[in-house]
């Protein structure tokens, strides 16, 4: 079983729809979370990092930890065709270097 | 700024050929990373430097060797490359272990 599990896609939806991306992990020492957004052959950009459980939200994105069910969550609001990219979890124990990434969704934003 | 700057973009090279990649950050940050992701893959972790020393290496070949001149800057010198390590390598930086991870745009290297 993969430290971090995440549904590969692709997701398509209509433009304007609330997009859901999820990720499950099995470590309960995971502690930092990250969603990274990749537009194809380019780097990884940070959209949202979290520390522990709990929300946090950045304009039309919403991130959720829910640490006693080893869930976490990406909400984007009004999707846009820009919004069409692969997205990543990522996580990691408290004092430590190593990110644990998930495999990525990618999500499709028709017009 | 949360930019980490990566050089060159795009490199193709031979087997025998000797080639380095660069990064650098100026955002005062004492972790410094080098990634290796393959077509629909995550990235996987290579190498960790933290305070200019290297803390982690994840069994990578002797053919990739990291160098951390300073604290702002971060080399992977290349030797010998298989057509396998083709792939896209990714730069990242953090304040410290545990903070949120910054990535560079890569470079691709093709190896023929």
């Known amino acids: 079983q993969k430290e971090v599990e995440q549904d590969p896609g692709p997701l398509s939806v209509p433009e304007g729809a609330i997009v859901s991306l999820n990720c499950t992990y099995s470590?309960?020492?995971?502690?930092?979370f990250m969603w990274y957004r990749q537009y194809s052959r380019k780097g990884p950009e940070l959209l949202m990092y979290?520390?522990?459980?709990g929300n946090k939200e950045d304009g039309r994105f919403t991130a959720q930890v829910d640490k006693s069910s080893k869930y976490i969550s990406l909400f984007i609001r009004d999707s846009q065709p820009s919004d069409s990219a692969t997205y990543l979890c990522?996580?990691?124990?408290?004092?430590?270097?190593?990110?644990?990434f998930g495999s990525g969704t990618r999500l499709l934003v028709r017009p | 700024d949360t930019e980490v700057t990566q050089t060159p973009k795009h490199l193709v090279m031979g087997m025998t050929n000797k080639k380095s990649l660069k990064c650098e950050q100026h955002m005062g940050h004492r972790a410094m990373y080098w990634y290796k992701q393959k077509a629909k893959k995550p990235p996987e972790l290579m190498f960790v430097?933290?305070?200019?020393?290297?803390?982690i290496n994840e069994s990578v070949p002797s053919r990739f060797s990291p160098e951390c001149p300073n604290s702002s800057l971060l080399n992977l010198h290349l030797h010998a490359l298989q057509p396998e390590d083709s792939a896209l390598y990714l730069c990242?930086?953090?304040?410290?272990?545990?903070?949120?991870?910054?990535f560079g745009q890569g470079t691709r290297l093709t190896v023929v």
């Open positions: 990242a930086s953090s304040q410290d272990e545990g903070r949120q991870a910054f």
């Open positions: 430097y933290s305070y200019e020393k290297l803390s």
């Open positions: 470590n309960s020492a995971f502690q930092y």
């Open positions: 979290t520390y522990s459980s």
């Open positions: 990522a996580m990691r124990e408290d004092s430590s270097y190593k990110l644990i």
